[in-house]
């Protein structure tokens, strides 16, 4: 990364910045195109609004335009609790509006009528895939607007709706800003529409098919698959000055990750005995070469893990990864959600174990005679699992502050929950905040918890990472736990939580093995 030498006074930050941020802040009001990728936990919100201000303070810009996932809206926005609330200087005059179904505002800084104001809009993907919401925002753009696209993995599918909404706003906006913390979620294809929408003249690949002609080995049904990637280089060295990626232990004195502990829980042997048999009829299947695609495969095998969890049924068929809208299935009270890629529900779930429920409710009751305010994250992949854990564990604790996190919930249920998390409003008492990977993690400062558990579990690398670093970022004071709950078969028996655990360990990402690795990884077991 390269930079032009940008003087900056830092006294008006009411928290002064660490060095690696001074080094961001300088860097984006250097660039009028940046991608800032550090590792998650470091400050990317931070030196976000820091040089935003400075841009303002300086007649640079007048507005800036917040595209985050709907999850994290509230993040940015919150003024309580939000990174606005936090970092906005004293000096500046402010305006933080939530563009949504309900537009919401408040004011921020110096009452002077004679002052410029500083305007923030914060949205969502899924929200401006609407042509008549998108325009809105349109006409409010302009030469002096900001665009940051919080998680731009979330424009990685440059054929996505939203995606071709955030090219049209950069295409009104002056500067760009990328935040990301796991740029590449699955392959450098990922780099494509997050690089030509930071700037063209980046990639000088106006088409995928360029892209891919450069970088890609194509091969796979009708050579539609990329088998190999090459000359990535070339690639770095494109992006290079224009990116920032600095990781947590380089830049930050934190306490530390404890290695995972990992509990095993044997299966009921009936629960037993319908998993050898789904697992051979699915290795069966996934050998007979009638499987259309990888993604068919891993959805397949998605009701492995939950029947592992204690359910069977209704997760049946793929989505594809372009898809626009949310499935009927998801409980949601508007397009603020992005189904998860890889399932969607099409029967009823039936109940069929709750082994791992059994071994947290009583691995919780121990912990609570050690400590009276523990408190603990749990994350599950499954959301009847999750609905059954928040069920059972507000029935055997009454005492204890039981929160979730999930899609579609209600606004004041959500915001309680961060609430129980933050380390300024965390009860005093005791807490279990259980949440699904894919709406729960992203985004989230929960340092008010320093132990972890995973009860199910999701293929996705990325979503593994950012649930992690969700209690492990500045403002945690304690050493961090993490506990793995794997079931195994009543001998001990492996099954496809071992699996999806060691590739963890390994930092694969089960969402892209190919049919043959699952087949051998499944004889294996």
Known sequence: ???????????SCRHVPFAHQREGIEAIVANPFFALFDDMGIGKSK??????????????????????????????????????????????????????????????????????????????????????????LLVAANRRTLLVLDESSSIKNWTAQQTKACLKLRRKCGRVLLLNGTPIANNPGDLFSQGNIMDPSILECPSLIQFRSRYAIMGGFENRQVVKWFNLEDLQQRFAPYILRRL????LDLPPKMPPVTYAVPMSSASWKLYKEMRNDMVAWLSSGTVATAQQATTKILRL??????????????????????????????????????????GPVAEVGRDKLDFFLHWFAARLEEDSAFKVIVWTRFRPELERLLREAQERFPSTTVVGLYGGQKKDEREAALRAVDPRTTPSGSLIAAGTLGTGAKGLNMTAVYHMMDLSFDFSLEKFLQSRDRVHRPGQTRPVNYYEVIATGPDGQKTIDHLTVRARHTKEDLALWTTSAWVRALRQE
């Open 47 to 136: 030196q976000t609004i820091d040089a935003a201000q400075v841009l303002f303070h300086r007649g640079i810009i007048d507005k800036v335009l917040v595209i985050a996932p709907a999850v994290i809206r509230s993040v940015w926005f919150d003024q309580e609790l939000g990174e606005l609330a936090k970092h906005l200087w004293t000096s500046t005059k402010a305006t933080v509006s939530e563009y949504h179904a309900r537009t919401r505002s408040w004011n921020w800084g110096p009452q002077d009528v004679t002052m410029r104001r500083m305007e923030w809009v914060i949205t969502n993907y899924d929200f401006i895939r609407s042509s008549g919401r998108l325009d809105r």
């Open 248 to 251: 947590k232990d380089d830049c």
């Open 1 to 11: 990364m390269t930079t032009n030498v940008i003087d900056v006074d830092y006294a």
């Open 305 to 346: 893990g939950q029947l592992t969890s204690g359910f069977l049924g209704g997760v049946e068929q793929a989505l594809p990864e372009d898809l626009d809208q949310p499935p009927l299935w998801l409980e949601d009270d508007g397009p603020t959600l992005v189904a998860p890629s890889s399932f969607v529900a099409t």
